[in-house]
């Protein structure tokens, strides 16, 4: 069994979605003066690669902690967009195959290789809202991407937001997906923290191959 990691870290003044306030780390505890280590994070739930809960966006929707823990984790399907202009249904019908098998459908778009830059927060790639309701009709858990948002950062009605997490389907954002996990079958697990009414949560979101 191999594992891999496709969380970025967490850290100060790292990437955040634009409005949000990096996270913050305040020593509580020192080791030489106290004997232990212990932090103080202050940190929004939607921080880093984080999974979006349907509460995040519909009133009455449930939050992660809704959710027994079999949910988080499923067979995964990779979907390669890297080089394509949008995210649309005829990509998508092409894993067709693949996505009726899975649990989780992850999509690189390539976007990845500009976390920690401006660019990063720009010009990513989203799915149409005809590419977003055919996958919310898939029997699947939760959908990722390699991208700040499955919506564009100036979206005022988070179409795609809308369309999956009605279904329950729940978003996974700011993966990091290697080159490794193309051709390989893998099981996909990402943990969220059990935080009551949660509307989204950092994760830790790995890949488990040779299952």
């Not at 949000?20 to 212990?38: A, R, T």
């Not at 080089?83 to 990845?112: M, P």
């Not at 997490?165 to 051709?183: A, D, F, Q, S, T």
């Amino acid at each position: 069994m191999k594992i891999v990691d496709l969380t970025h870290m967490i850290r100060e003044n790292m990437s955040v979605f634009p409005g949000s306030e990096s996270p913050k780390f305040e020593s509580i505890g020192l080791l030489e003066k106290d004997g232990f280590e212990e932090k103080k994070i202050t940190i929004y739930s939607h921080t880093g690669t984080h999974m979006d809960a349907p509460r995040h966006i519909i009133g009455g929707g449930k939050g992660l902690d809704d959710f027994s823990a079999d949910k988080f984790l499923g067979k995964g399907a990779l979907v390669d967009a890297r080089g394509k202009s949008d995210i649309d249904l005829d990509l998508l019908v092409k894993y067709e195959k693949e996505i009726e098998k899975s649990e989780f459908v992850l999509i690189d778009t390539g976007w990845g290789r500009y976390w920690g830059e401006k660019d990063y927060y720009r010009g990513f790639l989203c799915m149409t809202k005809e590419a977003a309701q055919w996958l919310s009709c898939k029997k699947i858990k939760g959908l990722g991407i390699d991208a700040i948002s499955v919506d564009p950062v100036e979206s005022s009605d988070l179409a795609n937001h809308n369309i999956l997490l009605r279904k329950e389907i729940l978003i996974i954002e700011n993966l990091k997906i290697p080159e490794k996990l193309y051709g390989k079958e893998f099981l996909f697990s990402a943990l969220p923290l059990k935080i009551e009414n949660s509307d989204g949560s950092p994760i830790r979101a790995v890949a488990i191959l040779d299952i």
